[in-house]
């Protein structure tokens, strides 16, 4: 991911609505060595994003991200591989997250990735919504 993929990163973001970076955030972002960021391209068109926050030998997924036109390609699936080569390279061993309680396809998404759920947080998001934790490991 660069500079210039943010526009159609906050796109995508809009589109989907989960979450709220702003267009400073993400090129703050950016500048950190310890992100991952990777977009997946169509021709001329980003379609999909990641973005994982590698702390040691353990990190953190942000966000994984495919445009609605282009859902149920495969499209996240590549992402994600891709990801976790570049993530094994990089000595991680261990990637959590949280998704909401009521984001089936995400869990799905995670769970057929292996994912193990491991918990919830009551209450984690602002408008009072469970989320679930997951971890992959290497």
Known sequence: MSLSDLPAVLGIQNELGFQNWSLKQFE????????????????????AYLLVQILGEEAELLSIAVQLSHKREGIGSRLWNEGLLQ????????LFLEVREGNSAAQSFYKNHQFINYGIRKRYYSDGENALLFRFDF
């Open 87 to 94: 993530l094994k390279e990089k000595g991680v061993q261990r």
């Open 28 to 47: 703050t972002s950016l500048s950190s060595s310890s992100l991952l960021a990777l977009v997946c391209e169509l021709g001329e068109e980003l379609v």
